[in-house]
Nanobody, 119 residues
Framework: VQLQASGGGLVQAGGSLRLSCAVG????????VGWFRQAPGKERDFVAA??????STYYADAVKGRFTISRDYNTVYLQMNSLKPEDTAVYYC???????????????WGQGTLVTVSS
């Protein structure tokens, strides 16, 4: 397993959580690591991504201003603040050869980590 996500849990609305994604193997500077989430009965949606080399970041509108993606060596973090019940989902990290906003753009996936936000 090249990607390992962790850090999910139960939090009250307005609270914070930090997810971590340990990225193994070789990652080219042009690659991107993204976070996606999937709520029950819904499609897997883009949350945020970071380019490996430049560390430029990209966010879905729904999380802009509340979530921050960052990288420290081979770990990619997703700091989630001001959490809302609608943020409840299984969160996945994934690595792709280039930046993309669709799940199909990423070929390697970690196991998910569940985030539950109570109202």
């Amino acid at each position: 397993v090249q990607l390992q996500a962790s850090g999910g849990g139960l939090v009250q609305a307005g609270g914070s959580l930090r997810l971590s994604c340990a990225v193994g193997g070789r990652t080219f500077s042009s690659a991107a690591v993204g976070w996606f989430r999937q709520a029950p009965g819904k499609e897997r949606d883009f949350v945020a991504a970071i380019r490996w080399g430049r560390r430029s970041t990209y966010y879905a509108d729904a999380v802009k201003g509340r979530f921050t993606i960052s990288r420290d060596y081979n770990t990619v973090y997703l700091q989630m603040n001001s959490l809302k019940p609608e943020d409840t989902a299984v969160y996945y990290c994934a690595r792709g050869a280039d930046l993309g906003y669709a799940p199909a753009d990423y070929k390697e996936w970690g196991q998910g980590t569940l985030v539950t936000v109570s109202s």
